[in-house]
C-alpha cells in the first residue's frame, strides 16, 4: 500500500484546511484509514480515524472542528479542519492498516505541515 498525503499549509487561527491522502496498491485489504499528527518535540498522536465501514473517531483534542470522510470509489480519506488553533500546528501523517488475525501491518505517507499562526 503506497499513500499519498496533499494538503498542508499555513493559515491563520480560525481558519481552514482540507488535507487529503490518496491510496494504492492493495486497498482492498485496509482496515481503516487514520490521520496522526505530531507536533515539534511531542508524541506522534491519533487524530481522527475511519474504518472501511465508516465509522469514525476522533482525538478529544479535535472533536467538533476536524471532520474525516473517505471516498471508497477513489481509495482517498480527506481530512476537513475547522476552527483551526494554533495548538493544531504539527506534522500531519496519513496512516493505513491491514489487520489479519492478530497481525498489524501500518503503512504511512510522507507528512504534510500544517502551522496555524497569525
Known amino acids: 500500500v503506497q499513500l499519498q498525503a496533499s494538503g498542508g499549509g499555513m493559515v491563520q487561527p480560525g481558519g481552514s484546511l482540507r488535507l487529503s491522502c490518496a491510496a494504492s496498491?492493495?486497498?482492498?485489504?485496509?482496515?481503516?484509514m487514520n490521520w496522526y499528527r505530531q507536533a515539534p518535540g511531542k508524541r506522534r498522536e491519533l487524530v481522527a480515524a475511519i474504518t472501511r465501514g465508516g465509522t469514525t473517531n476522533y482525538a478529544d483534542s479535535v472533536k467538533g472542528r476536524f471532520f474525516i470522510s473517505r471516498d471508497n470509489t477513489k481509495n482517498t480519506v480527506h481530512l476537513q479542519m475547522d476552527s483551526l488553533v494554533p495548538e493544531d500546528t504539527a506534522v500531519y501523517y496519513c496512516?493505513?492498516?491491514?489487520?489479519?488475525?492478530?497481525?498489524?501491518?501500518?503503512?504511512w505517507g510522507q507528512g504534510t505541515l500544517v502551522t496555524v499562526s497569525s
Open positions: 496498491g492493495n486497498t482492498i485489504e485496509i482496515n481503516a
Open positions: 496512516n493505513a492498516y491491514i489487520a489479519i488475525s492478530s497481525s498489524r501491518t501500518d503503512y
